[in-house]
């Protein structure tokens, strides 16, 4: 059975960093791309970043590029977001996701709450 | 804003048939997927590559398209249905995902 879980989220401040991290199980994990996505308190869905499986290709929305950068250790099922200059308008649960560009997320973790204020 | 446009809510009537849209450019190029999100819960994919159903989802839910319209069609709506619901495709360049507003359905 597929397991992701995420873990890492918390209360930072506008500035801050932090290191979002999904804990990977029951598939293959190498030989899928993953995702990151997020989702502001009562809004909708946002796609964040996608990472391919081998991890030699990466790409970001245009909100956090350059701030956010994906990674992932196949050794260890993990993928990774981490996160630099943390805005207000970066508050959101963060979702990691199995899947890649093509948008299709056959699983998703239950999610962890960044919330950056002062 | 979105490129991807879905009307914010949706009801019907319990056991008859709802049609939500997803309208963008993209979607001429590139198929849609579709999640059902409840309150406090991880969205759940419900149709991926326009009408394929993951296993373990209901066949009351279908998908379809035509021209810049992407449509997830609940016939027979329970009312374990109500939900958010949300499309998602590339963007139009192709390079990035894309999701919709979203759509909160409500079963009477």
């Known amino acids: 059975e597929v397991h992701l879980l995420e873990s890492g989220g918390g209360l930072v401040q506008p500035g801050g960093s932090l290191r979002l991290s999904c804990a990977a199980s029951g598939f293959t994990f190498n030989s899928y791309a993953m995702s990151w996505v997020r989702q502001a308190p009562g809004q909708g869905l946002e796609w964040v970043s996608v990472?391919?499986?081998?991890?030699?290709?990466?790409d970001y929305a245009d909100s956090v590029k350059g701030r956010f950068t994906i990674s992932r250790d196949n050794s260890k099922n993990t993928l990774f977001l981490q996160m630099k200059s943390l805005r207000a308008e970066d508050t959101a649960v963060f979702y990691c996701?199995?899947?890649?560009?093509?948008?299709?997320?056959?699983?998703w973790g239950q999610g962890t709450l960044v919330t950056v204020s002062s | 804003s979105s490129e991807l446009t879905q009307d914010p809510t949706v009801s019907v009537a319990l056991g008859q048939t709802v049609r939500i849209t997803c309208q963008g450019d993209s979607l001429r190029s590139y198929s849609a997927s579709w999640y059902q999100q409840k309150p406090g819960q991880a969205p759940v994919n419900v149709i991926y590559d326009k009408n394929n159903r993951p296993s373990g989802i209901p066949d009351r839910f279908s998908g379809s398209n035509s021209g810049n319209t992407a449509s997830l069609t609940i016939t027979g709506a329970q009312a374990e249905d109500e939900a958010d619901y949300y499309c998602?495709?590339?963007?139009?360049?192709?390079?990035?995902?894309?999701f919709g507003g979203g759509t909160k359905l409500t079963v009477l």
């Open positions: 998602n495709s590339r963007d139009s360049s192709g390079d990035h995902v894309v």
């Open positions: 990472i391919s499986g081998s991890g030699g290709s990466t």
């Open positions: 996701a199995k899947g890649g560009i093509g948008g299709v997320y056959d699983y």
